[in-house]
């Protein structure tokens, strides 16, 4: 069974600083990962993802994430964070293996971002 | 293009009652999926559905249902509610047909229940 852990419930950074926020993954093939954001009393948008493809996938808002097999991870990283990056952010892998694919979400890590 | 959109915004229902939520779909995608957001939790998949039919079903009971019409919008029907079944209800469609399985989220419907 496929599933994702999210390693930090809360991360807080100052503005201008790096983010780092962690996932890892589990599956028994090659999967698809996602990263979603969700603002507060908004619905998820979709940042990034990894089709195995480039393992460094560039997303919005200046995020990208390194799918890494070998560490069963797929953190996201932005080098500078901005006061609208505060929000709760989803690492999710896709159960493929099922025709068009439920998504799995993690527990969500909520980033907030300090002046 | 509208995106995913989803009515109503808000409801609130009380113990035992039945309630129905709506979604349209992204111009162009023929599959809906849906997730139940409990407070502080990640979304977890109800159910899918595809050419009218459930495709595939999540850890949740029967009375937890759904439909789509041939203009691929979707219902979601829940009976017999229950105090936990509070949560935000998301919405998400993708175009299955051209093998691309990428979701597009709605902004959700959230149903408190008393």
């Known amino acids: 069974a496929q599933s994702v852990t999210q390693l930090d419930s809360h991360v807080s950074v100052s503005e201008g600083t790096p983010v780092l926020l962690r996932c890892n993954y589990s599956?028994?093939?090659?999967?698809?990962l996602f990263w979603y954001v969700q603002h507060p009393n908004k619905g998820l948008q979709l940042l990034l993802k990894?089709?195995?493809?480039?393992?460094l996938v560039k997303g919005i808002n200046g995020f990208e994430a390194e799918f890494k097999k070998s560490e069963t991870s797929f953190h996201l990283t932005k080098p500078s964070a901005h006061m609208s990056d505060a929000a709760e952010y989803f690492c999710v892998v896709s159960d493929l293996d099922n025709q068009g694919g439920k998504l799995i979400f993690g527990q969500g890590t909520e980033l907030s971002v300090k002046p | 293009d509208a995106g995913v959109t989803q009515s109503p915004t808000h409801l609130i229902k009380t113990r035992g009652q039945q309630v129905t939520l709506r979604c349209s779909p992204k111009?162009?995608?023929?599959?809906v999926s849906w997730y139940q957001q409990a407070l502080g939790q990640g979304p977890q998949f109800i159910f899918q559905y595809y050419e009218e039919e459930e495709r595939q079903r999540g850890n949740f009971p029967d009375r937890f249902s759904g439909h789509q019409f041939p203009n691929y919008s979707s219902e979601l029907n829940v009976n017999a509610l229950l105090l936990g079944d509070s949560a935000l209800y998301l919405c998400a469609s993708s175009d299955n047909g051209r093998g691309s399985y990428e979701q597009y989220f709605g902004p959700g419907t959230r149903l408190t229940v008393t």
């Open positions: 990894y089709t195995s493809a480039a393992t």
């Open positions: 599956s028994s093939y090659s999967p698809s």
């Open positions: 111009s162009g995608h023929d599959t």
